[in-house]
């Protein structure tokens, strides 16, 4: 009976390993296609996010049959329940991926950006690196790494300040190109978000290894 119960946490690791590699690739080429304002890049990465919903029930469902048929209690029990609630942040984080594509297809066909955008860039550097970091967290079960992904997402937040105030600026000076600025900055919002669902991630982590849990979920 345990064997059987091991070869399914094994499976939920796998598919949860799968899926954080669809979301950490989802994400690189969403980078890639906003700094290079490829709409077609970006078109691609619209379509490919039902392939991550569909892995979320597949993992969703997994999680489901292993409570009901197994019946799990101490770390077993927190492992799944910390599984369920992962994905959902993945599944936003693919979501995401795909409203940042959104706004390149809106960008792609306007001019080149007149705004300095190495803050975004940055903000998608750190975002990727929480995201990778997150995952290896869960897959090591590693605390301190987990804790490191949740210090990471005060960098992300400073950064989101100083678009913020670039932004506004540059509004203030270029009025005439103020809606690429605003678009602009949802994309920087939207990476905000994923360094929070990473930090989700990483404090569902911790629950599983330890019990104990920060609160908090991403919006």
């Known amino acids: 009976m345990r064997s059987k119960f091991d070869e399914q946490l094994k499976k939920l690791n796998e598919e949860m390993m799968h899926m954080g590699s669809m979301i950490e690739e989802s994400i690189q080429k969403a980078i890639e296609a906003f700094i290079h304002q490829d709409a077609d890049s970006a078109k691609a990465i619209m379509e490919g996010d039902s392939e991550i919903d569909r892995e979320q029930k597949k993992i969703e469902s997994l999680c489901f049959n292993l409570l009901m048929q197994q019946q799990p209690v101490a770390r077993d029990l927190r492992t799944i329940s910390a599984a369920m609630k992962m994905v959902t942040d993945m599944e936003r984080i693919g979501d995401h991926a795909a409203d940042i594509s959104e706004m390149t297809i809106l960008m792609s066909s306007d001019k080149p950006y007149r705004v300095n955008i190495e803050h975004v860039k940055s903000m998608a550097s750190e975002t990727m690196l929480m995201l990778i970091r997150a995952i290896e967290a869960y897959v090591e079960k590693n605390n301190d790494k987990a804790h490191i992904v949740m210090k990471q997402d005060d960098v992300v937040d400073?950064?989101?300040?100083?678009?913020?105030?670039?932004?506004?600026?540059?509004?203030?000076?270029?009025?005439?190109?103020?809606?690429q600025a605003e678009d602009l900055l949802m994309v920087a919002k939207y990476f905000e978000r994923i360094g929070d669902h990473a930090t989700n991630i990483a404090e569902w982590v911790e629950f599983s290894i330890t019990g104990i849990h920060a609160g908090g979920t991403a919006i």
């Open 158 to 179: 400073d950064l989101f300040d100083k678009v913020k105030a670039e932004l506004i600026d540059f509004i203030r000076e270029h009025p005439e190109d103020g809606e």
